[in-house]
Nanobody, 125 residues
Framework: QVQLEESGGGLVQTGGSLRLSCAAS????????MAWFRQAPGKERECVAT???????????DAVKGRFTITRDTRGNGKDNVYLQMNNLAAGDTADYYC???????????????WGQGTQVTVSS
């Protein structure tokens, strides 16, 4: 069972930056794709960014293009990390952010088998 652990959320002012991190307990073919989703109160969970290790394909939601960057690396022990650098944050970015891993590049939550517990991001004016 792959475990994902997020960190890096918090409170930031409008226009500020945060970097979210997600550590995967292991790498398998089932975790080729890693993604960040977010869910604001009263709204559905939406895909913010996703990236495929094998193909190098990366997707960003229109709302975050040019402000957010998803990257990933592998530590020396073979475990994957995925990051979400968030710049020029706005109130609309306030949400719980979730790391997810799966085998198919998709914006749909149902395509991701593994999920982290979430980390809260609050942007204040």
């Amino acid at each position: 069972q792959v475990q994902l652990e997020e960190s890096g959320g918090g409170l930031v002012q409008t226009g500020g930056s945060l970097r979210l991190s997600c550590a995967a307990s292991e790498r398998t073919f089932r975790t080729d794709v890693m993604a960040w989703f977010r869910q604001a109160p009263g709204k559905e969970r939406e895909c913010v960014a996703t990236t495929s290790w094998n193909s190098g394909t990366t997707y960003y939601a229109d709302a975050v293009k040019g402000r957010f960057t998803i990257t990933r690396d592998t530590r020396g022990n073979g475990k994957d990390n995925v990051y979400l650098q968030m710049n020029n944050l706005a109130a609309g970015d306030t949400a719980d952010y979730y790391c997810a891993a799966g085998s198919i590049l998709s914006r749909e939550t149902s395509r991701y088998r593994y999920w982290g517990q979430g980390t809260q991001v609050t942007v204040s004016s």
